[in-house]
């Protein structure tokens, strides 16, 4: 059962259609999450569909009945930062896998987001298999 | 003046931001001198602990070459968003390393972008610390750290 269900995410290749989301991408920069999207795809992950956001604050909205498997976050981002959107997501007892992608890498920051309930953080500038490697734990390494 | 090691430092930043988001190697250049033409330039203010900013400048032919690289596709013709985009997005990753190689109690502002030719970009009360110039197959591009005068970049953990 686990293994069909890692052969089909790992199979078939997909934009978000209509209102599922496995991945919610957060960054204000089209071109990051244009590359990240991509390094998702490169870690095999190609039948989940992955819903975008440029901020906190608009991400919060597209969390509105939604449940996806994991959230990948930009730290600095307009209206509301990505430490910002993790923490009222743990306010409110939101529970879902949250991993930071962004250049913040100090380890003041890596203290904080992983005190503030993130699950790992990628350094930029990141390679396809730093994605697979936090990404794997999380939704399957089949 | 910025110190040898914060030089090398930088350095090693560009070299990695470029080798791993697009695999472009790229190496320091005699060259400092920007030319005169169209060109792009995109830069990330740092502030609270040590104030100043780092720019990333290039030819606009050159932008549009680092944003089909690393978006593994072709070149677009001309400027667009994505590739003022992109070219933002680097100068937030050689930022954002600069900053984690520093001091702790440091800001890292969003990236700014601009471009057209004929302009000087200053930052209030900051002067030119270093101006590096890197080869690579693209060609040559500039990166400069701004900081007000007298003010050494505070060296914390290296992250490379």
């Known amino acids: 059962m686990e293994f069909s269900t890692c052969f089909a995410v790992r199979r078939i290749g997909k934009k978000v259609e209509g209102d599922r989301m496995d991945i919610l991408l957060v960054d204000d920069s089209r071109t990051m999450r244009m590359i990240v999207q991509r390094a998702i795809r490169q870690a095999g992950y190609r039948a989940l569909t992955v819903g975008e956001a440029e901020n906190g604050a608009q991400a919060l909205e597209k969390l509105q009945g939604q449940k996806p498997m994991l959230i990948l976050s930009d730290w600095n981002m307009p209206e509301m930062s990505g430490i910002d959107f993790l923490r009222q997501l743990r306010a409110s007892e939101n529970k879902v896998p949250f991993g930071f992608i962004t250049s913040e890498s100090s380890a003041g920051i890596k203290e904080l987001a992983m005190n503030s309930g993130a699950d790992f953080l990628i350094s930029k500038p990141f390679t396809p298999e730093d994605v697979e490697r936090a990404l794997t734990p999380i939704l399957g390494g089949c | ?160």
Request: hydrophobic content about 40%; aromatic content about 4%; overall charge negative.
């Open chain 2, 1 to 160: 003046m910025v110190t040898e090691v914060s030089v090398n430092m930088l350095e090693e930043i560009v070299q990695s931001v470029f080798i791993t988001m697009m695999g472009l190697e790229v190496s320091p250049s005699a060259t400092s001198t920007t030319p005169p033409g169209k060109r792009l330039t995109s830069f990330v203010q740092l502030t609270g602990e040590w104030n100043g900013a780092v720019m990333l400048e290039c030819s606009e032919q050159q932008a549009c070459q680092f944003a089909g690289r690393i978006l593994a596709m072709d070149a677009p013709e001309d400027v667009d968003d994505d590739v003022r985009d992109m070219l933002g997005e680097l100068a937030n990753m050689i930022g954002g390393n600069m900053k984690s190689g520093m001091a702790t109690g440091i800001r890292l502002s969003m990236p700014t972008v601009m471009d057209g030719s004929d302009y000087d970009l200053r930052v209030c009360g900051a002067k030119v610390k270093n101006k590096l110039a890197f080869d690579c197959a693209d060609g040559k591009f500039w990166v400069t750290v701004l900081s007000p005068g007298g003010e050494q970049i505070p060296e914390g953990k290296r992250r490379c």
